[in-house]
């Protein structure tokens, strides 16, 4: 996934619809670039595929946020560090879950990293409802047994539990580091550590042309792309609707799935899809702006 900006504090400013339709196009991109990179995973493998996007997310951020490093202290890198940690870990194991599950079981799996965040923080009756909507809903969609692939579902709950890492340890990042700078930096540390993983693996299996297009229009419809759009839209629209156009990513990357990779999924997959989202809805609804 992108990493995402921080919110504006304030009162929402005009042009909600045109936002909320920013945030759906930046859904859609970053799952088309998710499917996108998925077809190189026979020759490349999602470790060198995530190392393309994160080479392309930290050329990106660092142009924009132009970060000066060398000015950090002590307790500006060590949540920088994690955050690179939690970003890293969270890209590479949402590609192993969609190599081996498909993207909108994995998509989905992962959104229970934030909706995990948003009901600990809570403490209101209706969060247990929200919790048990989304518990449902994934095990409609997982629908565990004998012949489930485990390890898969394993890797998408994986990519959650990093998202929701990532959720607490940008909150920091942003009171230590000035603007986007924190993104830009964690991006290219974890780019410094995948890149080199990822040019071993290529070397090793030499994969064709093809696949390096593959993961680099991954990178930018992936991270570049939605990014330019979150921090556009953000701009225009309340954290609450920022938060709500978030339920839009489980649906995109089931729809791209079906649309362009052949993962079409059951009524039930649908289904569970539909209660994860609703669960996150109904937990922004009443949470307080």
Not at 119 to 137: E, Q, V, Y
Not at 181 to 188: R, Y
Not at 190 to 219: D, K, R, T
Request: glycine share 12%; aromatic share 8%; proline share 7%.
């Amino acid at each position: 996934m992108s990493p995402e900006p921080q919110p504006p504090s304030g009162p929402p400013k005009p042009g909600t619809t045109g936002g909320f339709a920013m945030m759906a196009t930046s859904a859609l991109s970053t799952q088309s670039g998710a499917a996108v990179g998925s077809l190189a995973f026979s020759t490349m493998g999602p470790v060198a595929v995530v190392a393309a996007r994160q080479l392309v997310a930290a050329v990106v951020l660092s142009a924009l946020a132009r970060p000066r490093f060398w000015r950090y202290t002590r307790s500006q890198w060590g949540p920088l560090v994690l955050l690179a940690i939690f970003f890293a870990g969270m890209n590479t194991t949402l590609y192993a879950a969609v190599d081996r599950v498909g993207l909108g079981t994995a998509v989905t799996l992962e959104f229970l990293g934030p909706l995990g965040v948003a009901l600990a923080a809570s403490r209101r009756l209706r969060d247990g409802l929200c919790a048990a909507l989304a518990l449902g809903g994934v095990v409609l969609l997982a629908r565990p047994g004998p012949s489930s692939d485990l390890l898969g579902l394993g890797f998408g709950l994986l990519a959650g539990l990093c998202w929701a890492g990532y959720i607490l340890t940008n909150r920091t990042v942003g009171r230590r580091v000035a603007g986007i700078q924190g993104a830009a930096v964690s991006t290219a540390l974890s780019a410094c550590v995948m890149v080199p993983v990822g040019v071993v693996i290529v070397l090793h299996v030499q994969p064709p042309w093809e696949a390096y297009v593959f993961a680099v229009v991954s990178g930018l419809l992936s991270s570049a792309v939605p990014y330019a759009l979150d921090l556009i839209v953000l701009r225009r629209i309340s954290p609450l609707i920022f938060g709500l156009g978030m339920s839009l990513h489980p649906f995109f990357a089931a729809l791209v799935g079906a649309a362009f990779l052949g993962q079409v999924l059951p009524v039930l997959g649908w289904v569970g899809i539909g209660l994860v989202i609703s669960a996150n809805a109904l937990t922004l609804r009443g949470a307080p702006r």
